[in-house]
């Protein structure tokens, strides 16, 4: 339950970020306009600390840079947990700003979820929150300077959508039963007419209920991965700006601070997306007592 109660606000890198990304590409992005054909295939996203440790040091740093998106996803995760533990920790009766702002997002996520689980939300919060927020925090850490967002790879968020698949599955066999979930599979057919259909409508939905983690997944890697594009090429369009005053300009016109601001708001919308579809995917899975209501 402590999971869902993780969020460290990060918009005071921005700033930051914009300074010390220029300052991080240097000598390579300083020669780029003279070797961009060799490099054209790194072109496509910064450098983050695994990378340059890569090409300064090598040995196990090789060995990490072909798993740098699974380490960069870890290392979200480990930050969620010491968070967690330092909320747990210090929680008073009467709160102090740290976990006021934490309760203030439990709060919001939870009437979010509300609106579309109802009664069961409370049940669903941990899960969905906390899917939320780790989303929130890979995509963010595209933006500060040296780390890359683990959502640009396809790998991240086909997974996420994997177990958000496998969950929801397991939520329709413990709600509805194996008979029920079949029901379900099958349309619900309530009269003559849907159970003569019922060859036509299983294949229908098993289609659409792979299809749900597949369009989940890609929908979350081509956002990050097209703002990852967008701050990589204004940055280096930047550098190359001032590289007439000569070869290996360290800094450059800070053309992709615009991009980082939106970064900020896009990414925060997209893991709000994926945790919403979840969110709708569970609630499809869910007895319809209430089916009035919800619609």
Not at 76 to 99: L, N, T
Request: proline content about 5%; aromatic content about 10%; charged content about 15%.
């Amino acid at each position: 339950m402590i999971l869902d109660k993780l969020l460290i606000p990060m918009l005071t890198a921005t700033e930051q970020a914009a300074h010390t990304v220029a300052d991080t590409l240097g000598t390579a992005a300083g020669h780029a306009a003279e070797q961009a054909g060799s490099h054209a295939e790194e072109s496509h996203e910064l450098p983050n600390i695994i990378h340059m440790l890569d090409k300064v040091v090598g040995g196990v740093f090789g060995d990490l840079y072909r798993w740098e998106n699974i380490a960069f996803a870890f290392l979200a995760g480990i930050f969620m947990c010491v968070v967690a533990m330092m909320v747990y920790r210090r929680r008073e009766m009467v709160p102090g700003s740290f976990q006021n702002v934490v309760e203030l997002i439990v709060e919001t996520l939870y009437n979010f979820f509300y609106g579309i689980l109802g009664e069961n939300t409370r049940r669903y919060t941990p899960f969905l929150g906390t899917l939320f927020i780790y989303i929130l925090i890979m995509n963010w850490m595209g933006i500060v300077p040296f780390l890359k967002a683990p959502t640009s790879a396809a790998v991240i968020p086909i997974s996420l959508a994997i177990v958000v698949f496998f969950y929801s599955q397991a939520v329709g066999f413990r709600r509805l039963g194996v008979l029920g979930w079949l029901h379900h599979l099958a349309g619900e057919p309530e009269d003559i007419v849907g159970w003569v259909l019922v060859p036509l409508m299983i294949p229908i939905h098993v289609i659409g209920e792979i299809a749900k983690p597949v369009s989940l997944g890609l929908r979350l890697f081509g956002n990050i991965t097209g703002e990852d594009i967008l701050v990589a090429a204004f940055t280096m369009i930047g550098v190359m700006a001032l590289s007439i005053f000569g070869k290996g300009t360290p800094v450059g016109i800070p053309f992709q601070i615009p991009f980082y601001l939106l970064g900020l708001l896009m990414s925060a919308i997209q893991a709000l997306v994926f945790a919403a579809l979840a969110t709708i995917y569970i609630a499809l899975m869910l007895p319809h007592e209430h089916e009035g209501e919800s619609h």
